[in-house]
Structure formats: C-alpha cells, structure tokens
C-alpha cells in the first residue's frame, strides 16, 4: 500500500519560500508510469492543482504558479519536493502530495489522484 | 483554463435518499472527468473516474454519468458516511488540472 506523508515548516513570513517535502513509502517512486502532484486548498475553499514531476525530472506547473513553483525529485529518497517563492497571506493552504495515475482503459485516456498525503497546513504570516 | 462549474454549492439531504449532484465544464471535455469524496480534515478520496468508472472499493450506490459538458454523481442510497463534500476533476486539457468548487452533502 503505497503512503505519502508531507512534510515542512507550517509557519512562513511573507516574502519568502515555502518548502515541503513528500515522502513516498510502501513502493519506489521510480516504478511504474506515475506523475507526482501538489495540490493545495486554502481553508474552506476548493482544490487547486499546482504541478507534478516524473522520476525522469519533468514537470508540468499550473500557469497562475509558473513563475514561483519549483517541483524537483530525489529518487534516492524517493522524494518528491515544492518551493514556491515570493509567498503572501493567499498561499496559505493545506498542501498535499498526490500519485497521479495516467493511463488507457476501454479505449480512453484515464487520469486520476489515486494515493494522497494527508496534508499539512502552511499559514503565510510574519 | 477549463472552468468546472458544480451545483448545488451545498445541500442538504436525509439517509436513504437518492441524490445528484451536477459538474458542468466551460468546454467540453470528452469523458475526461473524475470524481473525490473529502471529509472534513482529510484528504480526497477517489470515487470515479473516466466519468462513470467506479474506482476499486467504492461502495457501488455511487456512480457517474456524463461526457463533453455535463455530468453527473449519483449516490442511489445516501448512508451516514456519505455526508461529505464532493469535487469533480477534468484533465481534458492535461497538463493542466483543474476542479470544480465542491459541493457539500450535509444532513438534513
């Protein structure tokens, strides 16, 4: 059974970086076809979706986080990591990691979150 | 961005009940669409994806409906257990991933 657990400062001044790491168990990071996500949601509001890597080193970032998110992976630790930059009060959220499962079945693209983390609260505040 | 639009925002409902709720896409998005159930302090958990394939272990009183702009998440007999917020998910324009707001299931 695969577990993701998130981890990382929950407190961080405006201005600054925010890091967090995920830490995959219960399998390898690097088998099988499967991207890695954060996801984060601000307290009573939706999900949103903010990037994902590949064991190869790919990513992908959602276009409104481009320019502050840096996804990267160790797969030595089989960790994936988030630093996004130049933080302000809206980044407060819960953060999650996520297994992005892509694939076919019945002749169709299939593509969901399958394994997430529990989530950590990040609060932007001096 | 695909704009994924649910209603109700919230509702409420009693157990037994048999009840819907809506996903509406800006554009269309084929089957492309999933499905998660949270609960409060917890994160998502899948129910459906490809719009009606029920996810291993999902009680099968859930099920989904719906391609290109709408669709639909039934849940036949609502249990104490349902009560939940619930999103869908398009990834019609992978990379690039985006939800609906929710809608919360609340006892009535």
């Known amino acids: 059974q695969v577990q993701l657990q998130e981890s990382g400062p929950g407190l961080v001044k405006p201005s600054q970086t925010l890091s967090l790491t995920c830490t995959v168990s219960?399998?390898?990071?690097?088998?099988?076809?499967?991207?890695w996500s954060w996801i984060r949601q601000p307290a009573g509001k939706g999900l949103e979706w903010i990037g994902r890597?590949?064991?190869?080193?790919?990513?992908n970032y959602n276009p409104s986080l481009k320019s502050r998110v840096t996804i990267s992976v160790d797969t030595s630790k089989n960790q994936f990591s988030l630093k996004l930059s130049s933080v302000t009060a809206a980044d407060t959220a819960v953060y999650y990691c996520?297994?992005?499962?892509?694939?076919?079945?019945?002749?169709?693209?299939?593509?969901?979150?399958?394994?997430w983390g529990q989530g950590t609260l990040v609060t932007v505040s001096s | 961005a695909i704009r994924m639009t649910q209603s109700p925002s919230s509702f409420s409902a009693s157990t037994g009940d048999r009840v819907t709720i809506t996903c509406r896409a800006s554009?269309?998005?084929?089957?492309?669409l999933a499905w998660y159930q949270q609960k409060p302090g917890k994160a998502p958990k899948l129910l459906i994806y490809?719009?009606?394939t029920l996810q291993s272990g999902v009680p099968s009183r859930f099920s989904g409906s719906g391609s290109g702009t709408d669709f639909t998440l039934t849940i036949s007999c609502l249990q104490s257990e349902d009560f939940a917020t619930y999103y869908c998910?398009?990834?019609?324009?992978?990379?690039?991933?985006?939800f609906g707001q929710g809608t919360r299931l609340e006892i009535k």
């Open positions: 890597i590949y064991t190869s080193g790919s990513t």
């Open positions: 219960g399998g390898s990071i690097s088998s099988g076809s499967y991207y």
């Open positions: 996520a297994r992005d499962h892509v694939g076919y079945s019945s002749g169709t693209v299939i593509y969901y979150f399958d394994y």
């Open positions: 554009q269309g998005i084929s089957s492309y």
């Open positions: 998910q398009q990834y019609y324009s992978y990379p690039l991933i985006t």
């Open positions: 490809a719009a009606s």
